[in-house]
């Protein structure tokens, strides 16, 4: 099998959601999905792209992908965000996912950041080991603050 990984082009981006809704499903909340292929193609490709994208084929079908961007840290400064690495259930333990942290990994490093983030759920331990296992450290003692749009809006309705 032969992998092959390289930045996400327009076209792309219906396979990408694709990777994103198989994701979604995995993670439990198959509804949580709002974006659509023209929202993507217009964040990420437009005059001022708000993301990098990878996506990785194995055999000419792109079957993962690596959705990055760039924060700033008040301790460290620039930093890079890993949003999603997603593979195909049929995929995983082919060697994909690596090739893609790995690009991610390279790209953070060209951009001279001092960290690249991301979260994982607490129970996809083989996510986790996966990490460990290329020197990432998982923070068990952090928890993901949020506002999602419904709190946004009462926040702003009770200022």
């Known amino acids: 099998m032969k992998i092959k990984i390289r930045p996400a082009k327009q076209e792309d981006m219906e396979q990408v959601l694709h990777l994103i809704r198989e994701l979604a499903q995995f993670e439990k909340e198959p509804e949580a999905v709002e974006i ?3 929202q993507l193609i217009i964040d990420g490709f437009g005059h001022s792209p708000l993301f990098q994208c990878f996506v990785g084929e194995a055999d000419g079908k792109i079957s993962g992908m690596a959705l990055v ?3 700033y ?3 460290k400064g620039k930093v890079l965000h890993l949003e999603d690495l997603i593979v195909t259930e049929k995929m995983r ?6 090739a893609l942290l790995e690009s991610v990994v390279k790209y953070g490093h060209d951009l001279g ?3 690249i983030g991301w979260e994982v ?3 996809n331990e083989p ?3 996966f990490y460990e296992q290329r020197g990432a450290k998982v923070m ?6 949020q506002l999602d749009e419904k709190g946004i809006q009462n926040f702003i309705e009770n200022i």
Do not use: H, M
């Open 93 to 98: 333990g082919s060697g994909l996912g690596t």
């Open 73 to 75: 840290s008040t301790w």
């Open 127 to 129: 996510a986790i080991a």
């Open 140 to 145: 068990r003692d952090w928890d993901v603050v």
């Open 69 to 71: 961007y760039p924060r």
């Open 121 to 123: 759920l607490d129970w």
């Open 36 to 38: 659509t292929a023209a």
């Open 113 to 115: 950041v001092k960290r």
